[in-house]
């Protein structure tokens, strides 16, 4: 993936795999652009991680304080039909720090929570 660092706009290269009639021995393909942005949107601001578990990786925006917005991808799994859906917030502020915000499977299912440097399970 490319980001546009001044808007957020995502472009893709499909990975095809090895192949050695590439200057480097691995095919990449361009396939444009699948996300436009969101207002200041950049590499240090953007996650894509998969929020639903549906085996896609959704576009997620860390806004002020950790704020989260998520933009979900509705294309085919595995597919190149890419499509992000603006699905809201999902946190009001998880840490003023975003540079320590992690996305990651701790349950061991295809759910990803946030974790943070605190990390507080509600009942």
């Given at each position: 993936?490319?980001?546009?660092?001044?808007?957020?706009a995502v472009d893709i290269w499909w990975n095809y795999g090895a192949d050695?009639?590439?200057?480097?021995?691995?095919?990449?393909?361009?396939?444009?652009q699948i996300a436009?942005?969101?207002?200041h949107s950049n590499w240090k601001t953007l996650r894509?991680?998969?929020?639903?578990g549906d085996g896609r990786a959704d576009y997620v925006y860390v806004g002020v304080g950790g704020s989260l917005m998520h933009y979900m991808n509705?294309?085919?799994?595995?597919?190149?039909?890419?499509?992000?859906?603006a699905q809201g917030g999902i946190a009001?502020?998880?840490s003023p720090d975003?540079?320590?915000?992690?996305?990651?499977?701790?349950?061991?299912?295809?759910?990803h929570v946030m974790c943070a440097a605190k990390l507080t399970l509600a009942d």
């Amino acid at each position: 993936m490319v980001v546009n660092p001044n808007n957020g706009a995502v472009d893709i290269w499909w990975n095809y795999g090895a192949d050695n009639s590439w200057w480097n021995g691995w095919k990449f393909v361009a396939g444009g652009q699948i996300a436009s942005g969101v207002p200041h949107s950049n590499w240090k601001t953007l996650r894509f991680p998969d929020i639903n578990g549906d085996g896609r990786a959704d576009y997620v925006y860390v806004g002020v304080g950790g704020s989260l917005m998520h933009y979900m991808n509705t294309g085919t799994r595995g597919g190149q039909d890419v499509l992000f859906l603006a699905q809201g917030g999902i946190a009001t502020g998880a840490s003023p720090d975003i540079d320590r915000l992690v996305f990651a499977d701790v349950s061991c299912l295809p759910l990803h929570v946030m974790c943070a440097a605190k990390l507080t399970l509600a009942d």
